[in-house]
């Protein structure tokens, strides 16, 4: 069974960056394709990004492209999330997601969260003065 855990978020003033991170256990990361998503109080949970197997296809939603970086470490069975020039509208509960794929795989969707078995507890991200 895959288990995921994120860390990395806290509070920063606008303008400011934080790191996400995504770790695994219980089975090989590098297997599947790997999303964030988040969820700001009230609203949707809406996608922002995602990563293929392959590590070749990356997405973004189009409110953090330039800011955002999705990026894997496969020696630590890590995924990561680099936002930078964060803003106020940024603030949400971030959760990363993964499905399973076959080898070489491009597959990447951020915009379908059933698609996804997969799920970390989620960590907070707040961006205020």
């Known amino acids: 069974q895959l288990q995921l855990v994120e860390s990395g978020g806290g509070l920063v003033q606008p303008g400011g960056s934080l790191r996400l991170s995504c770790a695994a256990s219980g089975l090989a990361l590098d297997n599947y394709n790997i999303a964030w998503f988040r969820q700001a109080p009230g609203k949707e949970r809406e996608g922002v990004s995602c990563?293929?197997?392959?590590?070749?296809?990356?997405k973004y939603v189009d409110s953090v492209k330039g800011r955002f970086t999705i990026s894997r470490d496969r020696a630590k069975k890590t995924v990561f999330l680099q936002m930078n020039n964060l803003k106020p509208e940024d603030t949400a509960v971030y959760y990363c997601a993964a499905r399973r794929q076959v080898l070489g795989s491009t597959f990447c969707d951020f915009k379908d969260k059933d698609l996804y078995g997969y799920w970390g507890q989620g960590t907070q991200v707040t961006i205020s003065q």
């Open positions: 990563l293929s197997r392959s590590g070749t296809t990356t």
